[in-house]
């Protein structure tokens, strides 16, 4: 029993402290419940829903405020890894403050426009 109390970790249940119906936050991202003691990060789960389908190896999950705790959809651009290493080198954290929201989301539906759209239209 004592075993199990630690292995089943920080946040087990509604004693903890940081529990908050089924969610929680660890190194800044948010977990969500999904099962009987099962967790997902949930931009991913947002991500999915937001998509209609499953997610695909490969695929990454980007904030667009660089806020990883903001899973809202509108916050969310999936993509592929190179596009999503262009979107971090085109703004990081301090010009993402700067910057509204919709500018982010433009910046960001550019570059999966130049790097992934394009990638599937030329052949
Ligand atoms: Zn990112």
Redesign the pocket.
């Known amino acids: 029993m004592r075993l199990k109390r630690i292995q089943s970790g920080a946040f087990a249940g509604p004693n903890n402290g940081r529990w908050k119906g089924g969610r929680y936050t660890n190194k800044g991202y948010v977990f969500v419940r999904i099962g009987v003691g099962k967790y997902r990060l949930e931009h991913l789960v947002v991500a999915e829903q937001k998509l209609g389908r499953a997610l695909k190896r490969g695929e990454v999950v980007?904030?667009v405020n660089m806020d990883t705790t903001d899973n809202r959809p509108e916050n969310l651009t999936i993509c592929s890894q190179l596009a999503?290493m262009r979107?971090?080198f085109e703004y990081g954290c301090v010009l993402s403050r700067l910057l509204k929201h919709e500018e982010l989301v433009a910046i960001n539906e550019r570059i999966v426009n130049e790097v992934d759209l394009r990638k599937i239209d030329v052949r």
């Open positions: 980007h904030h999503h979107i971090h």
